[in-house]
Every structure is written in structure tokens, then in C-alpha cells.
């Protein structure tokens, strides 16, 4: 079951823009997680918020949860074109033993 | 350095000739996990382990085992492989469970005729 749901499936923008993707989710979390994944390569750790934070910065990320919604956003600031890649949220469950990731979000920063 | 490391990288099989895809992690982690990813339906998971010895069944468990005799090795064993198992695969480890930052592998592409 894919428990997280990310919009849109696909983004393309040009350098300098800021790009936002959401993910929207069906159960009670412990933790969302945004991972970063460049062609058919290993997912890449962006940053993790806890059910009781809103909003996390990382360099030129933002993270926002909403647990009412059950959705959380991920702003990429000031995009570069090594930005381009698929971007997935994941959430735990299973009492945190199991993660389920999102459909994912293709970003296409164009120089 | 700190990684998760898979081998083979590719691999192409034939229907029924059983293969192992090995992992292993050089960070103590207890929680180790395997996923596979299909276009169009993302990453799912297949078998975890909170340690040694505890294995559990993810979302698409059918056609894999897994063991977990040491603490850095979660070795994905496909007994007798079907084309429907083409995939790409990812084995992943984290501190303690699923709620952590998980480190990926570099992924296993598995072809099946």
C-alpha cells in the first residue's frame, strides 16, 4: 500500500526558481521523511521532521507538516539544475517498524 | 566511510535459477530492509529486520527470503525467480527502525527472462 502520495508527479522550472512538492498521507506517523533520488541510482537522505514539528530548514530546504491535513511540503529554494531528480516522501508505520514511500516527484531544473 | 554496499549491481537470470543479492552495512545499524522499484509504483518494501535473527514481512514479501545471521549482512534470496521479479532493488539499513534516516544502497538491477 503506498501510504504517502506526492503532487505533482512531475515539475519543470527553470535555475533560480523555487520549487515546491507535496505529499499527502493516509495514517498516524512518528516521522515524514524526504528522500532525493537521481536517475536509477540509491535514495539520498533530504531531512526528517517528527509528527510534532510544523517546519524544518536545511540549507535551501524547507519542510512543512501538517498532521490535521496529513500533508507535508518540501520547498527547494533558489533551484540549481543539480536539483534535477525524483523526489519521495515516506512515512512510517507498522509501529515505526516499516517505511512506505510516495510515487515520487520528477523535478526538472532547467538551466 | 560510512555506506551500504549491494552486490551484484546487475544481474540477468533466467526464470527459476535461484540467485542471492547480498548487502551489507558498515554502521551498526540494527534495522535493515530491502525494496524494490517499478515504474509507476514506487519503492515497496519487501522483507525488514530490527537485528539479528528478527525478520518480518514488508508489502511484497512473495517470492523472497531473507536471513539475518550478522549484524551488517541482510542477504535477499530469490529461490526460484520469475520474470515478474524484474525489478530494481534497494537494500537500506538505519540506526534502530523505520521511523529513522534510512541509508540506501546503490541498488541491484535484476532482469529475469
Known amino acids: 500500500s503506498q501510504q504517502g502520495e506526492e503532487d505533482p508527479q512531475a515539475l519543470s522550472i527553470q535555475e533560480g526558481e523555487n520549487a515546491t512538492m507535496n505529499c499527502s498521507y493516509k495514517?498516524?506517523?512518528?516521522?515524514l521523511q524526504w528522500y532525493r533520488q537521481n536517475s536509477g541510482r540509491g535514495l539520498v537522505h533530504l531531512i526528517l521532521?517528527?509528527?510534532?514539528?510544523r517546519e524544518k530548514h536545511s540549507g535551501r530546504l524547507r519542510v512543512t507538516l501538517d498532521t490535521s491535513k496529513k500533508s507535508s511540503s518540501l520547498l527547494i529554494t533558489a533551484s540549481r539544475a543539480a536539483d534535477t531528480a525524483s523526489y519521495f516522501c515516506?512515512?512510517?508505520?507498522?509501529?515505526?517498524?516499516?517505511?512506505?514511500f510516495g510515487g515520487g516527484t520528477r523535478l526538472m531544473v532547467k538551466p | 566511510e560510512a555506506q551500504v554496499t549491494q552486490n551484484p549491481r546487475y544481474l540477468i537470470t533466467v526464470t527459476g535459477k535461484k540467485l542471492t543479492v547480498t548487502c551489507s552495512q558498515n554502521?551498526?545499524?540494527?534495522?535493515m530492509s530491502w525494496y524494490r522499484q517499478d515504474p509507476g509504483l514506487g519503492l515497496r518494501q519487501i522483507y525488514y529486520?530490527?537485528?539479528?535473527?528478527?525478520?518480518d514481512k514488508g508489502d511484497v514479501p512473495e517470492g523472497y527470503k531473507v536471513s539475518r545471521k550478522e549484524k551488517r549482512n541482510f542477504p535477499l534470496i530469490l529461490e526460484s525467480p520469475s520474470p515478474n521479479q524484474t525489478s530494481l532493488y534497494f537494500c537500506?539499513?538505519?540506526?534502530?527502525?523505520?521511523?529513522?534516516?534510512?541509508?540506501f544502497g546503490p541498488g541491484t538491477r535484476l532482469t529475469v527472462l
Open positions: 515516506a512515512t512510517d508505520r507498522n509501529a515505526g517498524n516499516m517505511l512506505t
Open positions: 495514517t498516524s506517523i512518528n516521522n
Open positions: 521532521i517528527r509528527s510534532n514539528e
Open positions: 554502521m551498526n545499524h540494527e534495522y
Open positions: 529486520s530490527m537485528n539479528v535473527e528478527v525478520t
Open positions: 537500506a539499513s538505519a540506526t534502530r527502525t523505520g521511523q529513522d534516516t534510512q541509508y
